[in-house]
């Protein structure tokens, strides 16, 4: 019977978050090179952001060691109001690897207490299908699904939503980097264009 995970990382809130990104749930700790979001080296994330934001996808990458820049990204996503965290709490790895496919959710988060800790963010950003399936499960049954690039509203506790589908950061979603950085960029500036 598989263990039950649940979440190893605080939700990273900044007071002045507007954009909250919701991944599915970390890789296994084997896999990290630091102890926040989107450790393993060889998902994508903090490239897409480095060419987003500095059109240099190693910004944000200790390339001579093979990891990540931590303190640097943490900087960065706290002056530009960006919250991240996952859509679930607590899950069962079906064949023990990072694989949304073969995620079980036990328990998804608790979207109210979350965003209850960003009051002005209004827009949400999901990275891959069930991040997206995750958090739509929470939502008004007639939020529209978006598509991969597409924004749709909702409403939440009489907040209203932005929802922003992208494409996962992972090697295994088949799509350029390049393409991805530009899909996410597109939506970095519809959503904040003082960020630019």
Not at 21 to 32: D, E, K, V, Y
Not at 57 to 67: E, G, L
Not at 85 to 93: E, F, I, L, Q
Request: aromatic share 12%; proline share 7%; charged share 20%.
């Amino acid at each position: 019977m598989r263990a039950t995970e649940t979440h190893p990382l605080s939700p990273f809130l900044p007071e002045n978050a507007k954009i909250l990104i919701l991944g599915s749930f970390p890789p296994p700790q084997t896999r990290w090179k630091m102890n926040f979001y989107y450790p393993n080296f060889n998902n994508d994330m903090w490239r897409i952001f480095g060419l987003v934001f500095f059109d240099n996808k190693d910004h944000f990458i200790d390339t001579q060691n093979k990891t990540f820049h931590e303190q640097q990204i943490r900087n960065f996503l706290q002056e530009k109001g960006i919250a991240i965290y996952d859509t679930a709490y607590r899950v069962k790895r079906l064949q023990g690897n990072a694989s949304d496919k073969f995620l079980q959710i036990v328990e998804p988060v608790d979207l109210a207490k979350l965003l209850a800790q960003i009051p002005h963010c209004q827009t949400i950003i999901t990275t891959g299908e069930l991040a997206t399936q995750t958090l739509l499960s929470q939502l008004p049954s007639d939020t529209t699904i978006p598509k991969i690039g597409q924004c749709v509203r909702s409403e939440f506790l009489g907040r209203e939503l932005y929802l922003h589908r992208l494409p996962s950061s992972s090697r295994a979603y088949p799509l350029a980097l390049e393409k991805k950085a530009a899909v996410y960029g597109e939506v970095f500036y519809f959503s904040m264009a003082n960020m630019f």
